[in-house]
Structures are given as structure tokens and as C-alpha cells.
């Protein structure tokens, strides 16, 4: 009894002194006026990284109907987005931004499917290859002169799989003769897989029964899923704890700048990945589900009497032109085969009878012929990151030499 006794008083002492310590700590961080970060993320909170995006219960997210401002984190441009949610020509200034979903007679329509580098939020709307395609096969002779149109439904950070659900949902309202699905090699098999991508805010393709489909589980996580290696110990606690103690908003705010340096090394070891054949599970997976999306949505638009053509992306390493960087990226980080996700791609092509484009070489060509960058900008580095107005510009002399080429033939 005695040591029962003795153990109790231990006890009721030590939690005394560790509140006591938590209490002054309080106290002292407040005084000292040492910030941390004050709020934990509510669930179902707006998903909004750019003033341009917001929540989408269906893609998780989309473009921010009407919403218009200058961006200039990479390049320069102002955005402007329409009541569709489409990306618009600053003041309405353009016809042919806003488009009916009747399709006008006489009238060509190609729908573009992609993410950051097709919505390309780093230039302005007029220098997007999307915009310098659709003037470039004005004059192209196999399409007898019709009016041409293309439609970009490019979002910020999408993967095939919303690019899917885009097309189902929002595409076909349109009536398109052609869809082009520009495929980005560097994160968008990633994006495509629930066990790689780190952002789960969003809906993934998931097999069920061997069948592929949509898995919106998304829609029951909160807002710090959006990026899941950065979720610290202290977003575990209650929201009215967090936003009530200096200690946790400290702790939290130290161990995310810890996360964010170690998440940078963690997307480069990840992004390499892409560019070697599959050895393990996760990554098996990832490259099947992107083949199946890929798949199905060829299928699915020649089901509407459609054109399909897949466009792939190269990412910057791969493109880039001085020949000592790509060499000095493939030691650092073990690259196996810059080559591997454009062989791949080909190989599904010529299995399902796929249309594709691939710009890499013909990008690295160019960049290495030219010396010049086709990625990146002044005020956020060169040869890296997405498009500037030459590698747009480029892109949509590719696409349409490769358009009046197939169109030229039927």
C-alpha cells in the first residue's frame, strides 16, 4: 500500500512538473514572440494554391470561373478565366476564347487535354501553343479551309486520371473532332498512382474486380492530404489545440521546414524513377494504370466519332541542351535510360493502334542545334521548370506539322 502510495505521489508529481513546463514554455515562446504556424487545416477547407484554382468535388479541383490576376512566380502573365473555366484572352479582346458549346458550322474543333504546361500560367494566352496552333492550321490545306478551334482544358497539377474525368465531364459538351491528350513524362505517371503521388487530395483510378475505376475517396480527407509528406506530428492533435498552443504551432513550424527540404531531395530520387523500367510493385502499378487511362480514353473517344492523339511531354533533363548537366543528373540520382518513358509510350501506341507525338527528341534536338533553353525563365531559372515562349512556340509547330501531315492523308 505504502509503495502504491509512493508510486501515486511520483506520478501526480511528474505531471505536475511537465505542466508546469509545457505552462512556462507557453508563456515563455509568447513573450519571446516566437512564431509558429498558428492554424491546422480544416477538412473539406478550398483547395486554392493559385488564385486561379479551387475546390471540385469530382477532379478535386479546377479553374476558378472569372477569377483574373497577374502571376509571376515563373515567368510573367496575366490569367484570366472564363465563366466555363476556361483560360480567356484578358478582356474578352478575342472571339475565339469563348467558345459556344454548339460548334459552328464549317468548324474543325480540337479539345486539348494537359496540365501546367497546357494551361501555362508562365506566358501570356497568346503565346500557349494551344493559341499559336489554332492560328498555324488556319492555313494548313488539309482542312479545306474550315475554321479551327482549340479548346484548352489544361489544369494546374492534373494526371491522366482527371484528365479522363475532365473529358467525360466537360469535353464532350463541346463536340471536339479531335482530342489531343499532352501527356507530361516527369510527374504525371506519379500523379496517376495513389501509392506515389503525394498529393491525395485528389480522385485516383484504382483496380476493383480487375476493372479500372475512379476512386473519389478524397472527398472524405481534409486539405493537409494535398500534400501528404508534409504532414507534421503536430496536425495529428485536435484543430482547437493546434490553434490554441504556441508549443505545437513552434513544433510544427520547425519539423515542416525540415519536411520540405527532405520532400525536394524526395521528388528528384521519385522523378528519376520514371526514367527506368519498373522493378517494384508500386511503380508497376503506377505504369499500368497510365497505360490502361490511356486506354480508355482513346476508346472512349472514338466511341464519339472522335480523333485521338497522344502528345508527350519530355521533362527538362531530358531536353536539356548542354550534355554535361544531363550526365552530371544521371550519376547523381542512378537515371537508367532518359529514353525509357518515350519507348514505353510508343510500345503502348503501336499495342493499341494510338496516334502519338513525342517531342523529346525533336526538343532536344532543337535545344542542343540552337543552344538554347526551351523550359524556364529569368526570374525563376533557366532550362528547368515549364515552357517559355520558344518551347511553346516549338510545340505548336511539332503538333501542327504533325496534324496537316495525318489530316492531309485521309
Known amino acids: 500500500?505504502?509503495?502504491?502510495?509512493?508510486?501515486?505521489?511520483?506520478?501526480s508529481l511528474m505531471l505536475s512538473s511537465l505542466g508546469l513546463g509545457v505552462g512556462l514554455s507557453e508563456v515563455g515562446l509568447r513573450l519571446a514572440q516566437i512564431e509558429g504556424l498558428p492554424k491546422k487545416l480544416q477538412q473539406h477547407s478550398e483547395f486554392s494554391p493559385a488564385f486561379y484554382?479551387?475546390?471540385?468535388?469530382?477532379?478535386?479541383?479546377?479553374?476558378?470561373?472569372n477569377a483574373k490576376g497577374w502571376q509571376r512566380k515563373e515567368g510573367e502573365a496575366y490569367i484570366q478565366i472564363n465563366s466555363e473555366g476556361l483560360r480567356d484572352t484578358p478582356n474578352g479582346?478575342?472571339?475565339d476564347r469563348n467558345y459556344p458549346k454548339v460548334?459552328?458550322?464549317?468548324?474543325?474543333?480540337?479539345?486539348?487535354?494537359?496540365?501546367?504546361?497546357?494551361?501555362?500560367?508562365?506566358?501570356?494566352?497568346?503565346?500557349?501553343?494551344?493559341?499559336?496552333?489554332?492560328e498555324n492550321l488556319t492555313t494548313c490545306k488539309a482542312f479545306n479551309g474550315k475554321n479551327i478551334e482549340v479548346i484548352n482544358f489544361g489544369v494546374e497539377g492534373y494526371g491522366t486520371a482527371q484528365e479522363l474525368l475532365t473529358l467525360r465531364q466537360r469535353v464532350w459538351d463541346y463536340q471536339p473532332d479531335l482530342v489531343l491528350l499532352a501527356f507530361y513524362i516527369g510527374n504525371d505517371v506519379?500523379?496517376?498512382?495513389?501509392?506515389l503521388e503525394n498529393n491525395h487530395y485528389r480522385p485516383f483510378f484504382v483496380y476493383k474486380n480487375g476493372e479500372l475505376v475512379p476512386d473519389y475517396s478524397f472527398r472524405d480527407l481534409g486539405l493537409e492530404y494535398s500534400d501528404r509528406y508534409?504532414?507534421?506530428?503536430?496536425?495529428?492533435?485536435?484543430a482547437w489545440l493546434v490553434n490554441h498552443s504556441r508549443i505545437l504551432q513552434v513544433a510544427k513550424k520547425a519539423e515542416l521546414e525540415l519536411k520540405k527540404r527532405n520532400a525536394v531531395q524526395h521528388f528528384n530520387t521519385v522523378t528519376a524513377q520514371v526514367f527506368q523500367s519498373p522493378t517494384d510493385k508500386k511503380w508497376q502499378e503506377a505504369w499500368q494504370i497510365t497505360d490502361d487511362l490511356i486506354v480508355m480514353m482513346q476508346e472512349e473517344v472514338i466511341e464519339k466519332n472522335s480523333d485521338f492523339l497522344l502528345i508527350a511531354i519530355a521533362d527538362p533533363i531530358q531536353v536539356h541542351p548542354d550534355e554535361k548537366e544531363?550526365?552530371?543528373?544521371?550519376?547523381?540520382?542512378?537515371?537508367?535510360?532518359?529514353?525509357?518513358p518515350d519507348k514505353r509510350l510508343k510500345e503502348l501506341s503501336e499495342n493499341h493502334n494510338i496516334p502519338i507525338l513525342s517531342l523529346t527528341q525533336l526538343f532536344l534536338s532543337y535545344g542542343k542545334d540552337n543552344q538554347t533553353c526551351l523550359h524556364?525563365?529569368?526570374?525563376?531559372?533557366?532550362?528547368?521548370?515549364?515552357?517559355?515562349?520558344?518551347?511553346?512556340?516549338?510545340?505548336?509547330q511539332l503538333i501542327n506539322q504533325k496534324l496537316c501531315q495525318t489530316y492531309s492523308k485521309q
Open 1 to 11: 500500500m505504502k509503495q502504491l502510495k509512493a508510486w501515486a505521489i511520483n506520478v
Open 53 to 65: 484554382m479551387m475546390s471540385d468535388p469530382e477532379r478535386g479541383w479546377q479553374n476558378r470561373p
Open 93 to 95: 479582346t478575342r472571339r
Open 103 to 134: 460548334k459552328p458550322e464549317n468548324t474543325f474543333r480540337i479539345a486539348v487535354l494537359g496540365d501546367s504546361f497546357t494551361f501555362a500560367a508562365q506566358v501570356p494566352i497568346e503565346q500557349t501553343y494551344t493559341s499559336i496552333l489554332e
Open 190 to 195: 506519379i500523379d496517376n498512382s495513389k501509392a
Open 230 to 238: 508534409l504532414i507534421t506530428l503536430a496536425d495529428r492533435f485536435p
Open 326 to 340: 544531363r550526365e552530371a543528373y544521371q550519376i547523381a540520382l542512378d537515371v537508367k535510360d532518359y529514353d525509357y
Open 376 to 396: 524556364g525563365f529569368e526570374n525563376s531559372g533557366l532550362c528547368t521548370g515549364h515552357w517559355n515562349p520558344q518551347g511553346h512556340q516549338l510545340a505548336a
